[in-house]
């Protein structure tokens, strides 16, 4: 009798960048939907995003979770947007599980927020996959998040699907209102360095990010949209390579890059630098 191997999922970043790519149609969007496509049908999805940011860990464990629409001042058609996927409380339950023995609370009142949602949207628009979602501990340092994602590299075999959602540059303060604004020279040089430690697996540049100095205190000025890459490095296996689907940068202050590993041989994602 032969046993065939688990196929083992895939792992996803997203840069999300505004709720509005929400409603877009651009190159952040149709990068983003191709990945969805490009991916083995999951039992799952666990997302870890920028917009969850706790003291000490929770993972939504309700089997309805609702659309949260944390931001202000967007077009009403965003407000009405309703991402109705179900939850997963057993998913919840092995989440809390892995990484034990850390205390993981099994939220009932968060929900899906739009960094979830947000690229969801996109990426697997029929909401038909059951979201589960598990917050960062806001007290904790990067060492704790990339070692988590490590923890939960047993999901992948198990045909959940894992993302981390926020963006490698983020800095809403210097943001540029202008269409078309070209980068921060310090945004392109933090974003391109770490680039080229995802792409060369130098997982330890990325978990010390702050210690590159000026262009990592105006790029990362406050950890949340970082620390979701940190997982997806930990989830990496020795023997993938991070492929980029899509990169580029909005209001001179955002990078949108987004990456993946352990796709299909057959997706191969954009290899050029914006």
Known sequence: ??????????????????PM??????????????????????????SISAHWYTRGSAVTAMAQPRTIHDFGGFPQALFDQQYPAPGDPALAARVRELLAPLPVAMDQSWGLDHGTWSVLVHA??????????????ATKPPDF???????????????????????V?????????????????WARRFNERMRAA???????????????GED???SVPTPEHFLPLLYIAGLQSGDETMVFAVDGYEAGSLGMLSAAAGMPAQWTGSSAAP
């Open 1 to 18: 009798m032969s046993s065939t191997k688990p196929l083992r999922m895939p792992i996803l970043f997203f840069g999300h960048g505004s």
């Open 21 to 46: 790519n929400t409603l877009a149609h651009n190159k952040y969007t149709e990068a983003w939907h191709a990945m969805g496509a490009a991916v083995p049908r999951p039992k799952a999805i666990l």
């Open 124 to 137: 697997f628009p029929h909401a038909d996959v059951p979201v589960v979602q598990l917050s960062m501990d």
């Open 145 to 167: 998040h990339y070692e988590l994602g490590q923890r939960l590299a047993a999901l992948r075999e198990e045909g959940v699907l894992v993302i981390g959602s926020g963006n």
């Open 169 to 185: 540059v983020h800095n809403l303060m210097l943001m540029q209102r202008v269409e078309g604004a070209p980068p921060y020279v």
């Open 198 to 212: 995802l792409a060369s697996g130098e997982h330890r540049t990325l978990i010390d990010f702050d210690g590159i």
């Open 216 to 218: 990592a205190r105006l």
